[in-house]
C-alpha cells in the first residue's frame, strides 16, 4: 500500500513510534531464551496448581508461605512471558513486512503477528533445543496469513458490515488462543458488544471462500495455502518440526563435500521425495554400487557425532 512506502504519511509516524518503542528491548542469547522459557513453563505449572486448588476447594487449607510462593512464581513467569515477547517483536515487524502492498496496513499485519508471537511462547518447547526466533517464525508467519485471509473474505461486503466482522475475527482468534478453545457466541458478544443474536451472522460473513493459490510474500514465493492449518492434516506443532528439521537437515549437509551432499540427497529423496537406489546413484556418478554403499556409510557415521549429531539429535525424541 502506498502509506506503508509514503515516508511522510501518518502511517509511517506510527511504525515509526511503534519501532523506536520495540528497539528498547535487547535480542537474546540462546541460553537467555532458554532460561525466560523455564521461568515461562514453572509460571504456567504454578497457575496451574493454584487452579485445581480453588476448584476442588483446597486453596484455603493451602500452606500460606507455599500459596504465595506460587503466586509469586506466576508473576515471575508473566514477567518472563513479557520478556520473551518484547525481546522478539522486532522479529514480527520484519516478516510483516513481506506482505506489505496486499490491501493490508503494515500495522494490521504487525498486529496479526503478535498474535502468532504469542502463541509460540505459549508453545514454545525448550527442551527440543531449537532456537526461539526460529521457532516462533513459523507461527508468526501462519497468524499474518491468517488476518489476511479473514481481510480477503470481507472485500465483497457491504462496508457497514466489514469494519464488524473484521473486530469479531479477531476478538475470536485473540480468545481461541487465550483459553485454548473456540469461544461461545454469548462469550464473543461479551468481548466485542455486539448483541448475540447477530454473531452468527457475522461469522457466517466471514466465512465466505478465499482462493488458497493466493501468492503472499513480497516475492510471491508460496501460496496463501501452504501457511493455514489444514483441520485434516497433521497437527499445526509436528508441521513446525518437520519444517526446522529441513532447515537443519541442509545446514548439516552443507558442511559435507559436495558428493556427499549429492549422494546422502538421492539415497534419501530430499530434493524429489523419490530416494534412490545404489545402482542408480552409481549410475549417476560412474561409481560402483559398493562404493556409493562406502560414501553411505562414511557420511552417516560423520552425522552420529560432534555438532552435526547435537543439531539433529532434538528430532529423534
Known amino acids: 500500500m502506498a502509506e506503508d512506502l509514503d515516508a511522510q504519511s501518518p502511517a509511517a509516524d506510527l511504525v515509526r513510534v511503534y519501532l523506536n518503542g520495540i528497539g528498547k528491548t535487547a535480542l537474546l542469547t540462546a541460553s537467555e531464551e532458554v532460561e525466560l522459557a523455564k521461568r515461562v513453563e514453572a509460571g504456567v505449572f504454578a497457575q496451574h ?3 485445581t486448588a480453588a476448584a476442588d476447594g483446597t486453596l484455603e487449607a493451602m500452606d500460606l508461605q507455599y500459596r504465595r510462593d506460587l503466586r ?3 508473576r515471575d513467569g508473566a514477567r518472563a512471558k513479557n520478556h520473551l515477547l518484547e525481546a522478539n517483536l522486532r522479529l514480527v515487524v520484519s516478516l510483516a513486512k ?4 496486499r490491501g493490508m496496513p503494515l500495522l494490521d499485519l504487525i498486529q496479526e503477528g503478535n498474535l502468532g508471537l504469542i502463541r509460540a511462547v505459549e508453545k514454545f518447547d525448550y527442551t527440543k533445543g531449537f532456537k526461539f526466533s526460529t521457532y516462533a517464525t513459523w ?9 489476511m485471509a479473514d481481510q480477503a473474505r470481507t472485500i465483497r461486503l457491504p462496508v457497514h458490515l466489514v469494519e464488524q466482522v473484521n473486530k469479531l475475527a479477531r476478538i475470536k482468534r485473540d480468545m481461541h488462543q487465550r483459553q485454548g478453545r473456540e469461544p461461545t457466541d454469548a462469550e464473543l458478544a461479551a468481548e466485542s ?3 448475540e443474536h447477530k454473531i452468527q451472522d457475522l461469522l457466517d460473513h466471514a466465512r465466505d471462500p478465499v482462493s488458497l493459490d493466493m501468492p503472499v510474500g513480497s516475492e510471491e514465493e508460496a501460496p496463501l495455502g501452504d501457511f493455514i492449518e489444514d483441520a485434516e492434516a497433521t497437527d499445526a506443532e509436528n508441521t513446525v518440526i518437520s519444517s526446522l528439521l529441513h ?11 559436495d558428493r556427499e551432499q549429492r549422494v546422502i540427497r538421492m539415497r534419501f529423496g530430499l530434493d524429489d521425495g523419490q530416494p534412490h537406489t545404489l545402482d542408480q546413484i552409481g549410475r549417476a556418478f560412474k561409481l560402483s554400487r559398493e562404493r556409493v554403499r562406502q560414501i553411505e556409510r562414511e557420511v552417516m557415521a560423520k552425522l552420529r557425532v560432534g555438532e552435526r549429531a547435537d543439531k539433529l539429535r532434538a528430532y529423534a525424541s
Open 49 to 51: 496448581r493454584l487452579d
Open 72 to 74: 509469586a512464581i506466576v
Open 98 to 101: 513481506r506482505y506489505t502492498g
Open 139 to 147: 507461527w508468526i508467519r501462519q497468524a499474518i496469513t491468517r488476518g
Open 193 to 195: 458488544g455486539i448483541p
Open 247 to 257: 532447515d537443519d537437515l541442509r545446514r548439516v549437509l552443507a558442511t559435507l563435500e
